[in-house]
């Protein structure tokens, strides 16, 4: 009888532990969807103040009284100084790509010259290689026309989720508001590329369950069916087993067969 009641005890204590496990999770995904709405609504406003920048203000007449004059001459300043910044630019772009063949280092050289140029009005590019979504930088990506602070934000916190891009379409999964919808056919054909070979593999077999639930092409049942599968086989060595846990979706199987290392 003592027996019994010390298995049932441990039956008890297992169940409890594990009913824990479940809300320490969905609390975590609670969490961490808010965070993500909070960012999308960021970024939001982001991309809407930047509307609102570049739209003239309304003047009252006092402040229309220029003289035509003065405010010629400051529009030739302007122009004067952003002709000898690009001219400034462009030259220490050549420099560098000669001292780059000088020594024999070619690589990246023709992406050096494309961004040569640039408008004078943001310093937004004008014309620029395809840059690589794995190592670009947010200083980089701000300079891609319709990219702001915000947006370029988003780009890289989903790179660090995902251990990094295979394919710049990717960015459809996360830039999903109106004003990243509308570029992203340009960015995607004409402003980034991903080397797949820079992607953080996923240790399949090594992970723990908190380490692989974080990841964004794996949900919460696909995780414990993994794990589960670890326990009984000791690992799970190919496709064909991910296909036998439940994850049989092509689409999905696709993508995540980019990142499993087994």
């Known amino acids: 009888m003592k027996n019994i009641s010390n298995q049932w005890y441990k039956i008890l204590g297992a169940l409890c532990l594990f009913l824990l496990i479940v809300m320490i999770y969905r609390r975590e995904a609670r969490i961490s969807s808010r965070i993500d ?15 609102l920048g570049s739209r003239p203000m309304e003047q009252t007449p006092s402040t229309t009284r220029v003289d035509a004059t003065n405010d010629a001459d400051a529009r030739e300043n302007v122009a ?7 001219i400034g630019q462009r ?6 790509a000669a001292k780059d063949a000088a020594s024999g280092d070619s690589s990246g050289i023709a992406q050096k010259i494309d961004r ?8 937004k590019f004008r014309q620029v290689a395809r840059l690589e979504l794995n190592t670009v930088d947010s200083a980089t990506l701000v300079r891609v026309p319709g990219i702001g602070g915000g947006t370029a934000r988003a780009i ?25 919808q509308s570029r992203l ?7 980034f590329w991903a080397d797949e070979r820079l992607i953080q593999k996923l240790r399949i077999n090594e992970l723990s369950f908190k380490e692989l639930v974080r990841h ?11 794990v589960r599968w670890r326990e009984r086989h000791k690992a799970v060595r190919n496709a064909a087993e991910l296909r036998q846990l439940g994850i049989d979706d092509s689409a999905k199987l ?3 067969l980019h990142y499993v290392e087994f």
């Not at 709405?37 to 509307?51: F, H, K, N, P």
């Not at 040569?116 to 310093?123: P, T």
């Open 156 to 180: 890289l916190l989903y790179r660090e989720k995902l251990g990094g891009y295979y394919s710049a379409e990717q960015l459809r999964e996360k830039l999903t508001w109106d004003g990243a």
């Open 91 to 96: 030259k220490d772009i050549a420099q560098k």
């Open 116 to 123: 040569q140029e640039v408008a004078d009005d943001g310093g």
């Open 185 to 191: 056919d340009d960015w995607c054909a004409n402003w």
């Open 216 to 226: 964004p092409y794996l949900e919460f049942d696909d995780v414990k069916a993994i």
């Open 37 to 51: 709405s909070l960012e999308a609504r960021l970024t939001a406003i982001e991309v809407y103040a930047q509307g």
């Open 254 to 256: 696709d993508r995540l």
């Open 80 to 86: 004067k100084k952003s002709r000898s910044k690009a």
